[in-house]
């Protein structure tokens, strides 16, 4: 525990000192790694995954693009009036594809291209649901929550580096311990993009409460079933839904108009 508290401590510190905050939540994060070329990467990776995936053009998919361009349009607008209020210096290449696969996943790349699998269309149940999964995705895009990650990755590297070095702490220990940290602000990064994915449902003109109800079924459909929280990525479902309750009612989300 000693451990995690000093790498804690290291990665306030770096947090403290870093110039960038996450759009509209005002959240201090770490920007180490180039913006463009991370994007860049993203488009490249993106089109490799497009080719070697069966992507589909049918009803559902027109759905997907519909639900992404409106919410896309409805960010960029915002943030048009808003300015201030975003980090991003490069301008997105929106692109929305439904890709062939059992899943139930969406993600979004830095930079705007989309995929959602037809996997999670069971679970959405229509275009709110859509709008719940697509805007919170988008959400991770707009926060920069990779390059967030990436940032932190090196200096995950580092500081093991040094204590290793310099101090003979185990790498075992290490690991372990930060880790532990990492996923802390996994678990974070998640709460924030449900957070701004329902002011994005808000300006796109989708109901945000409809959010609880696509949780709640995601919920029931694992049976109840997750590991520890602090030994996860995101938030159990239990915690997701009482954050997303207190957020439909925060003066963060209430004030925010188009």
């Avoid at 992507?55 to 349009?73: E, P, R």
């Avoid at 707009?142 to 070095?165: F, K, M």
Wanted: net charge positive; glycine share 6%.
């Amino acid at each position: 525990m000693k451990m995690k508290k000093v790498l804690s401590l290291v990665f306030l510190a770096l947090f403290l000192i870093s110039c960038s905050s996450t759009p509209i939540t005002g959240r201090k994060q770490l920007l180490l790694v180039n913006e463009e070329e991370t994007i860049q990467n993203s488009y490249a990776q993106y089109a490799q995954v497009i080719k070697q995936s069966t992507v589909l053009n049918n009803n559902d998919a027109k759905l997907v693009k519909k639900v992404g361009n409106n919410i896309a349009k409805a960010v960029e607008k915002y943030f048009e009036l808003h300015p201030e209020q975003r980090t991003s210096k490069v301008k997105y290449q929106w692109e929305f594809n439904l890709i062939k696969d059992d899943t139930p996943n969406a993600w979004c790349m830095p930079g705007g291209k989309v995929a959602f699998y037809t996997g999670i269309l069971p679970y959405t149940k229509g275009e709110q649901g859509i709008a719940v999964v697509m805007s919170h995705e988008i959400a991770h895009a707009i926060a920069e929550h990779s390059r967030e990650q990436q940032s932190q990755s090196l200096v995950q590297g580092g500081v093991g580096a040094v204590l290793q070095t310099a101090f003979g702490v185990p790498q075992e220990l290490y690991g372990s311990a930060s880790n532990l940290v990492m996923l802390g602000y996994s678990r974070k990064q998640e709460t924030e993009a449900d957070e701004l994915g329902l002011i994005f449902m808000k300006l796109a003109g989708y109901n945000p409460s409809y959010a609880l109800t696509f949780w709640e079924r995601m919920s029931s459909a694992g049976g109840g079933k997750q590991s520890p929280e602090f030994l996860s990525t995101h938030p159990n479902d239990k915690t997701r839904i009482e954050n997303i309750k207190k957020f439909l009612n925060s003066p963060t989300f209430l004030n925010v108009k188009k």
